[in-house]
């Protein structure tokens, strides 16, 4: 009993020695270099937007943010390695919208929960999205495509970054509202999706703009129409889908910053204050904004409530449309 009671205050008096040790680690972060974890291939439009923003980010705080591209399964594979990293801050991830909230909607069994295995630290930018077609095809709108489509169901192939993934649903909604079937072909990530309908191996996809707004401005693929409310400043000459034949069809996403679930507070308010700082540097806001990107920030609570709220929205649409994960 006695060795028991002199552990228990051993033990006891140990406590308070954690806590300084902890407080101080956080006060110092960060005091490495951090990775942050792109679950999607580089040159996509989040790998972009990732780069841009990171790298005013480790400037202001003094260590270098690498970006890691790991991808596969639509982002399940690198979304699950950043769930399992240890909630340090050293380890972040960049995501866009998808992988928190429309895959989840299409897996039948998930390796992680895009609520509870994640601790969201900033809404960074939307991605401005469009309906792209090779210069070869010829479809040069919506109206085009829609009309071909309905001539020939089925026919008509088009290319994603993979099952689930936000190419896919773009183009899944765009044909579940026109009425028309198209073929889906997936690729590993949306840069060589992209590629291949420059190269006029596929017809026709739906990318985010700072993928392909190199492409497009080069001369090598044609962009027919944006799922916006207005046409883009960036690309006067493309009309809306909504004006030039599916009336109503709007699209976006979203590139975010997350930690590992469990990432102390005071590590995540220093995260989304560098974010946040990052954004509103002028240069910043201009390279993102030219590359189709409307740079925006959140509290982690925002973040959180638009990632349930998504998430409720795209189980209700992937039903309502039929979409499956092939």
């Avoid at 990293?85 to 991830?93: L, M, Q």
Wanted: charged share 15%.
């Amino acid at each position: 009993m006695l060795k028991l009671l002199r552990l228990l205050s051993t033990a006891i008096l140990c406590v308070p020695l954690v806590a300084p040790v902890v407080a101080q680690a956080q006060s110092d972060y960060p005091n490495r270099s951090i990775r942050m974890i792109v679950p999607l291939a580089a040159a996509s439009a989040v790998d972009v937007a990732a780069r841009i923003v990171t790298q005013k980010m480790s400037a202001n705080m003094g260590q270098q943010i690498i970006i890691l591209n790991q991808v596969g399964a639509s982002g399940v594979i690198g979304a699950g390695q950043l769930a399992r990293a240890a909630p340090d801050g050293y380890t972040i991830g960049g995501f866009n919208d998808a992988i928190l909230t429309m895959v989840p909607n299409l897996q039948a069994k998930m390796p992680w929960d895009p609520i509870k295995d994640f601790a969201p630290v900033s809404l960074v930018a939307t991605v401005e999205w469009g309906l792209i077609a090779s210069n070869q095809s010829p479809y040069k709108s919506a109206a085009d495509l829609i009309a071909a489509a309905r001539a020939h169901p089925g026919e008509i192939n088009y290319a994603s970054s993979g099952s689930g993934s936000p190419q896919h649903i773009a183009m899944a909604l765009f044909a579940s509202q026109a009425g028309i079937q198209l073929t889906h072909v997936p690729y590993r990530g949306a840069t060589q999706a992209a590629m291949d309908v420059a190269a006029n191996q596929i017809p026709v996809g739906f990318q985010g703009l700072a993928t392909v707004a190199s492409l497009v401005r080069d001369g090598q693929m044609r962009l027919i129409g944006v799922p916006t409310t207005q046409k883009l400043v960036q690309f006067p000459d493309a009309p809306t889908i909504a004006s030039s034949g599916l009336p109503g069809f709007l699209f976006n996403s979203w590139f975010v910053i997350e930690a590992p679930a469990g990432t102390p507070r005071p590590i995540i308010d220093r995260l989304n204050a560098e974010a946040k700082r990052a954004i509103a540097d002028p240069e910043v806001k201009q390279r993102l904004y030219d590359q189709g990107l409307s740079p925006l920030g959140s509290s982690p609570e925002e973040l959180a409530q638009m990632t349930r709220d998504q998430l409720a929205k795209y189980a209700r649409l992937v039903k309502e449309a039929g979409i499956t994960a092939e």
